[in-house]
């Protein structure tokens, strides 16, 4: 016997469609689940008793807690916990005439989440939660031939369908670690998420997307089960819903829970809540405009504090949301707002010993082969925003090194004839910012790049704009420069390699040229990286730099010879000329 014919008799509203919905719900769960199920069956007319929802948090902490979902000892029977969510999914047959309306987000969070267990009899149970829940909420109030009737009958054969190739899970058990953010079961439920969603819309329940959102939430910032809160992130993605200013504290408050922590669970779960703050920068665009001033330029800060992290995998997913916020239409508006937000925020950060800037901390990441890209596509996106204290608080300092990480690839696609037209956009906003700080003549060589006008070779545009950069940037200490240059050749993406080399010998020959003093030090430097590469086997690539580095030992030596080279003596008339030293009276006296 089932429970859902006994519902089917008690209720005639009941949509005969879904008659034996939960048949074979006791197939594996022996002989103590059938024992409790009769046991309430006995006294149905009291279970009305047990949907008192007042007690309701106590319900949930108890699911919450109950089960390890990626451990299974199926033949030690049901314990307790697994009992109590047997009857659960059985509820809303046993008592046909409770309105389970508002109970209904609850009950298909419980199911989505245990969909996966590696305890069959629980993803069983959950199963048929979810399907006697849809039977009880959405047949229940719709007319027969109704579109919700119908999307609610196809989901109840899809679920039966992916059931039974699935061994019963309607998706892999398996979690985002930290090398892999992308896992397939992620896409398996927002697919599903949008199909429950969509039958409980057609049903009329236009609340249910907002209440399952919040219960969502709910579970991944206070569950203890690592797997559930993940599970319930992905929910949240699913959902339509837009992020608020209490969504967004109680997800980074569990963010710093477990941000650069050494437990690779932790490192994974700390992923799962960034994609999803990933996935609420563009549910900014919908908010109101007080909202989005609100939200954006906090994002933004929570991303750029993340930036201190060593982990590369966090690190990482820092970048992509530092680059969403700023692909934000907001960000990118010509209204002040938002940005005006996020210099008051910095006040208040109280950022210790000292706020580098955005700029320089992006920096960490241009020298890992992994980030590199990544790395190099956010620098694009903050050349207009140079001259912001926000991301270069001297107003200076990073325009050397921002023209030197990205001439790179610009050499790289020199030649090209399918160059891509971000590079071309890139180089011709670089030029804007060069020209509006005074360096005229570079900007102008990039904006003959970005319009793809330059009459001459490779070679030459190259030789130039290591003649005008020289002439830019060199006239103080250009030692950070060639540094950041080096780590680059060393440790950055091996794709520029080539291009790196080139601008070096550009740089040092141009450097030479102007007599800048240290050069001495960076050949020095430049063959350690030689001897290194060549160990590497990088035979080919080290030739320029071989060429380069000889070139600055050898001009150090001409500046230092020259400095020691004895003065010829002065002339009566330089000897004149030479302010004469005058003795205080005292002295005189003396």
């Not at 594996?28 to 309430?40: D, E, H, I, N, P």
């Amino acid at each position: 016997t089932t429970a859902s014919g006994n519902s089917n008799s008690a209720n005639p509203n009941n949509n005969n469609n879904m008659a034996g919905i939960g048949v074979g719900v006791r197939s594996r769960t022996g002989s103590s689940g059938q024992r409790l199920l009769s046991g309430y069956r006995q006294g149905q007319a009291d279970l009305s008793r047990l949907c008192d929802w007042s007690a309701v948090d106590s319900l949930r902490k108890s699911l919450c807690d109950a089960f390890d979902p990626q451990s299974a000892n199926p033949s030690e029977g049901l314990n307790a916990h697994e009992c109590g969510l047997l009857l659960l999914s059985e509820m809303p047959n046993l008592c046909p005439h409770y309105d389970w309306v508002h109970a209904a987000p609850l009950l298909v969070h419980v199911a989505f989440i245990n969909m996966d267990h590696m305890n069959p009899a629980v993803v069983e149970s959950s199963r048929f939660l979810l399907l006697n829940t849809l039977h009880a909420v959405v047949l229940c109030s719709s007319a027969p031939e109704s579109q919700a009737a119908e999307l609610a009958t196809a989901l109840v054969a899809k679920i039966r369908s992916k059931a039974a190739q699935g061994f019963g899970r309607l998706w892999a058990n398996e979690s985002v670690t930290p090398w892999r953010s992308i896992v397939a079961s992620v896409a398996d439920i927002l697919a599903m998420v949008l199909r429950v969603k969509e039958a409980f819309d057609q049903a009329g329940l236009g609340d249910f997307e907002a209440a399952w959102a919040a219960e969502a939430l709910l579970w991944a910032t206070s569950c203890t089960r690592r797997h559930y809160s993940s599970r319930s992130l992905h929910v949240m993605r699913g959902l339509n819903v837009r992020l608020t200013s209490a969504t967004f504290a109680d997800l980074l408050t569990r963010l710093m829970d477990v941000v650069e922590s050494v437990d690779l669970e932790s490192q994974g779960f700390a992923m799962d809540i960034l994609m999803t703050l990933e996935v609420m920068v563009d549910r900014c665009e919908e908010a109101s405009e007080g909202e989005a001033l609100e939200l954006l330029p906090r994002l933004f800060w929570a991303a750029v504090g993340l930036l201190e992290s060593d982990n590369e995998p966090e690190f990482g997913m820092a970048l992509l949301l530092l680059s969403k916020v700023l692909d934000s239409r907001r960000m990118q508006g010509a209204s002040p707002a938002c940005w005006q937000m996020v210099g008051s925020l910095l006040g208040e950060l109280q950022w210790r010993p000292h706020f580098p800037g955005v700029h320089a901390m992006l920096l960490k990441s241009s020298t890992s082969p992994v980030l590199f890209k990544r790395t190099l596509s956010l620098l694009v996106k903050v050349t207009p925003r140079l001259a912001d204290p926000v991301f270069d608080p001297t107003q200076s300092a990073a325009l050397p090194i921002h023209v030197a990480l990205l001439l790179p690839p610009f050499l790289h696609h020199f030649e090209s004839q399918h160059r891509a037209q971000h590079w071309d956009a890139a180089a011709r906003a670089l030029s804007s910012v060069l020209q509006g700080a005074g360096h005229s003549s570079l900007g102008k060589l990039l904006l003959l790049y970005a319009d793809r006008s330059y009459s001459k070779s490779k070679a030459q545009w190259l030789s130039d704009v290591g003649k005008y950069y020289a002439q830019a940037f060199f006239q103080s200490d250009h030692s950070p420069i060639f540094h950041m240059l080096m780590e680059v050749l060393e440790h950055g993406d091996g794709q520029y390699r080539k291009a790196v080399i080139e601008l070096l010998c550009a740089l040092l020959k141009a450097a030479a040229a102007l007599g800048r003093p240290r050069l001495h030090n960076f050949g020095l430097e430049l063959m350690h990286v030689i001897v290194r590469m060549q160990r590497d086997k990088q035979y080919v690539d080290t030739h320029g730099l071989i060429d380069a580095a000889a070139l600055a030992s050898a001009s150090e030596a001409e500046r230092q010879q020259q400095q020691n080279q004895p003065q010829p003596p002065m002339s009566p008339q330089q000897q004149q000329s030479l302010p004469q030293q005058t003795v205080p009276p005292q002295q005189q006296q003396q």
